[in-house]
């Protein structure tokens, strides 16, 4: 099993709709990052959160540690919104990443 | 400073030969780490250093591969003997020291060895 796991795999949806990306983590972390990566794989930070939620225009992460969950959402998602989203997560104690093996979102205009 | 940059952003080579990558970190980052990424699949970790110190290895990290920062600045990743199971997204990210470690990643080297 994987220390980190992502939900759905792969999503298309409607230009408009409400996204929810899941990500599950069976391990001890300091932090959580989101990450978006377009074709080409160049990789871009979204979110670092330790607790709580962020907010960051039409994007939303949360995370609830004692139940070891995070949650990207999006909101009047747009076709530019199409990529991967990748949720890693920072290891207690070695500060080094471990990744999901993202979800493939795609938007329909 | 505009962020990490990596060079090559592409490599082909032949099976056998060997390849360098080089990653430049945003300059004031004192942690740089590389990670490899194959088709389809998340990032994995290969190493990081902290300054010029190389402070872990994976075990992904055969004995084909060495990366180096001499000088704690640009660090340089070298893969001998390439085989083809090499071929992947070589990913380089940089962060500062301390916490909260914050990384931030450049466009990535994608080899292809035929």
Redesign the interface.
Known sequence: KNEVEQSPQNLTAQEGEFITINCSYSVGISALHWLQQHPGGGIVSLFMLSSGKKKHGRLIATINIQEKHSSLHITASHPRDSAVYICAVLNFGNEKLTFGTGTRLTIIP | DTGVSQNPRHKITKRGQNVTFRCDPISEHN?L?W?R?TL??????LT?FQNEAQL?KSRLLSDRFSAERPKGSFSTLEIQRTEQGDSA?Y?C?SSLDP??????????T?LTVT
């Open positions: 942690r780490y990670y990424q389809g699949q998340g990032p994995e970790f990081y872990e997204m990913l990210a916490p909260p470690y914050e990384q931030y990643f450049g466009p990535g994608r």
